[in-house]
């Protein structure tokens, strides 16, 4: 039984490591507004996830934070990198940011239920997988998740 978890927990490792990289989209994505300064730091951040320079990515996702105030995307990045990074507490403080500024961002939901998920932390988990299948009825990945973590 014991081996059965951890296979278990092995695969939901490594499909919320392939979530989270195809929910990088703001990562595809250059930025370009007013707030110039804010916004090179972001690009740069997305260029330094790219060559997987996670520790400098976060440093230039934190400046773009610091510069323009209510930058989600910018926290939604930092907090998928720190997931990578198993940084799961500061992670979902970040998809926080993230849900204040967007209550109804499903993708962050889901994210940091993940990371109350690889936390063991199964409640807060499940609350946020029911959000986030309640936000977004189309992606069948969210209620699979609010039931493995039942």
């Known amino acids: 039984m014991k081996m059965k978890k951890f296979s278990l927990l092995v695969f939901i490792n490594l499909t919320f490591f392939i979530v989270v990289h195809s929910q990088v989209d703001t990562m595809a994505t ?66 926080s940011e993230v849900l204040k500024l967007q209550p109804g961002n499903s993708k962050a939901f889901f994210s940091r239920g993940m990371a109350y998920f690889f936390l063991k932390d199964y409640k807060n988990a499940r609350d946020n997988f029911l959000t986030a299948s309640t936000l977004d009825t189309k992606i069948a990945k969210y209620p699979y998740y609010l039931g493995v973590a039942n």
């Not at 400046?63 to 990578?84: D, E, M, V, W």
């Open 30 to 95: 250059l930025v370009v507004a007013d707030n110039q300064e804010a916004e090179i730091d972001y690009n740069k951040g997305v260029e330094a996830y790219k060559i997987k320079s996670y520790e400098k990515s976060i440093e230039y996702f934190t400046s773009a934070i610091i510069k323009r105030n209510g930058f989600y995307q910018a926290f939604y990045n930092r907090a998928n990198i720190l997931t990578i990074l198993l940084r799961y507490k500061e992670a979902i403080g970040d998809y």
